[in-house]
């Protein structure tokens, strides 16, 4: 009997061993991807590291429920949409007056700068069902199997966004070279 209740307690040791390793493994691995694209999403680092921190944290839960490593990636970035899902179920917005708002325009000291803000400005602006898809695309090099899987899609459904995404990047820069030619002569 007592020795059944050692291996018991032996099994459940090497048990949590072995997933605290998965999940030391999958942190190493996988941290700087989760934190680079929930930044993306809601563009501040204290908030990114949050959810990052709180998907890596639910992550941990569940880690018993990922039989697949391969797909890995694909369901922390899951999780990591679902925690910002849950942010604004939480969040009461405080209402600003926009009489009181002030704008303040930055100066930027290089052309790289502008362009680079230009380029994400324009992206922000694309609808959600082209802008997901492109960014999976751009920030984890996603396949178009991959999207479609993560946005629960038909492959040609991303394929198409992704061609009309990337066609409205296109005519929208090709529109600011226009306005930025007639400016400057």
């Known amino acids: 009997m007592f020795w059944r209740k050692q291996n018991k307690e032996a099994s459940v040791s090497s048990d949590m061993a072995s997933k605290q390793q998965r999940y030391e493994a999958l942190v190493l691995a996988l941290h700087a991807d989760i934190f680079r694209y929930a930044y993306w999403l809601v563009k501040d680092k204290a908030v990114a590291e949050d959810i990052t921190q709180e998907t890596f944290l639910r992550a941990w839960k569940s ?4 039989q697949d490593e391969k797909a890995a990636k694909s369901w922390l970035i899951t999780i990591l949409r679902r925690e910002n899902a ?15 708002v002030a704008i303040i325009d930055e100066q930027l000291s290089s052309e790289v700068e502008i362009e680079h803000r230009e380029l994400r400005a324009i992206m922000n602006a ?7 898809p492109l960014m999976l695309q751009i ?6 199997d991959e999207i479609a899987e993560q946005l629960n899609l038909n492959k040609n459904t ?13 005519e929208a820069l090709e529109k600011a070279n226009e306005h930025r030619g007639r400016q400057n002569g």
């Open 63 to 66: 880690l018993d429920t990922l």
């Open 86 to 100: 849950r942010r604004f179920e939480r969040k009461q917005f405080d209402l600003v007056d926009i009489d009181d």
């Open 126 to 132: 694309l609808s959600d069902e082209y802008k997901e």
């Open 139 to 144: 920030i984890f090099g996603y396949s178009g």
């Open 158 to 170: 991303v394929m198409t966004r992704l061609f009309r995404a990337r066609n409205q990047v296109k």
